[in-house]
């Protein structure tokens, strides 16, 4: 029997008809639960990143689209719900992935039928997210064991971002074998980028915390130094979208940790459930969609003030050019790995092709 995941940001209500989700954009700082329960409240959730993370993006968009045929099961108000839902962020594969599935089932149906078959389809996304979470976990655990044989003390592990249990159904991607790390004894101790302009450092660290996983909260400049310096054994990160050469996808600034892990022979592994990898792009950095989000991301900066609570303060200039790049390419001669639930592949298309084989 899989445990369950430490943190569950996406509840699905008994009569499936709404969702519940963390509010991300208020993490670590309050515990703010909102309900979901239409396609529109769940686009805006995505746009404004209340639901972040690509996986947890793909199985919020699923319900969204429930959410739509529940107002009408036509043939024009799926497809216009797909797009609607498709647009909300352009570079996370999971949502076009969740929503090709859906159209994929729905299509065929009965209007009368789509709604109860759209539920049990979001439904079924959302477990096998969080299956295919927990055995990468199991995967990227052995991988741990094995270094800690090497090294023989506390492993020393680098992330970026947040690819934890916050940007999934469960166990989260890169986190996960840190999950199981901890629960199996395996000492770890993990360096935790801060990860501008959003922050999402700040989220590792409350998942971290909460774990009792000892984490060091670092500026996302200081990730080479310490690598440098022999401090850091292994960088895993997650990914938005993955090319069938091995090129990833991720948070913007994951392709300097990788530059810096390979001048320092450091291993680098992108954490991936299989529906984040995108068998079409042939060219990641010229195929995939770079979101470019709103420059006050970079100027200003939320957390809380003095009396506790939560506010956001400037750190430019007023008037200064600013910009907002949201993720980066690192290509596969940096990758030393793609950790999957149906284990670890080269990263490259001869090493993804048993990989590609499963997926079919
Ligand atoms: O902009 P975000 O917070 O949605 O970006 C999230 C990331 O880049 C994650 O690393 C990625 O989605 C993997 S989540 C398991």
New binding site residues.
């Given amino acids: 029997m899989r445990p369950v995941s430490p943190i569950r940001p996406l509840i699905v209500s008994a009569d499936r008809a709404q969702i519940e989700v963390l509010d991300q954009t208020r993490l670590p700082h309050e515990h703010h639960v909102l309900t979901l329960n239409s396609r529109d409240a769940v686009a805006d959730a995505i746009r404004n990143?209340v639901v972040?993370?690509?996986?947890l993006?793909g199985a919020a968009a699923a319900w969204g689209l429930a959410f739509a045929l529940r107002d009408a099961a036509s043939d024009q108000h799926l497809e216009h719900s797909i797009s609607y839902l498709n647009a909300t962020r352009p570079t996370?594969v999971n949502l076009s992935w969740a929503l090709a599935r859906m159209h994929k089932r729905l299509q065929p149906l009965p209007p009368s039928q789509r709604l109860e078959v759209a539920q049990q389809e979001a439904l079924m996304i959302c477990e096998e997210d969080e299956a295919q979470n927990y055995a990468i976990g199991q995967h990227g655990l052995a991988i741990l064991k094995t270094l800690y044989e090497e090294k023989k003390r506390p492993l020393r592990i680098l992330t970026?971002?947040?690819?934890g249990a916050l940007?999934?159904v469960g166990w989260?991607?890169?986190l996960a074998p840190l999950y199981l790390a901890q629960s199996s004894g395996l000492p770890i101790e993990v360096w935790v980028d801060e990860t501008r302009p959003?922050n999402?450092g700040a989220l590792t660290s409350w998942e971290l915390h909460r774990a009792g996983v000892k984490h060091t909260y670092v500026a996302d400049n200081a990730g080479g130094h310490l690598m440098q310096h022999g401090l850091v054994d292994c960088v895993i990160?997650?990914?938005?979208r993955v090319s069938a050469q091995g090129d990833v996808c991720?948070?913007i600034g994951t392709y300097l940790k990788a530059l810096a892990a390979k001048e320092g022979g450091i291993p680098f592994y992108a954490a991936v459930p299989s529906p984040t990898i995108d068998w079409t792009i042939q060219d990641a950095l010229k195929e995939i969609p770079i979101e470019e989000r709103n420059t006050d991301e970079v100027t200003w900066v939320q957390g809380l003030n003095q009396d506790g609570d939560l506010t956001s303060v400037r750190v430019t200039p007023i008037g200064v050019m600013s910009g907002n790049p949201?993720?980066d390419v690192t290509p596969a001669h940096l990758v030393s790995g793609i950790l999957t639930e149906h284990g670890v592949y080269q990263a490259s298309s001869k090493g993804l092709k048993p990989l590609r084989e499963k997926c079919r």
């Fill in positions: 990143m972040r993370g690509a996986p993006i996370a970026h971002c947040n690819a940007a999934t989260g991607t890169a959003r999402q990160v997650g990914a938005d991720n948070k949201a993720f």
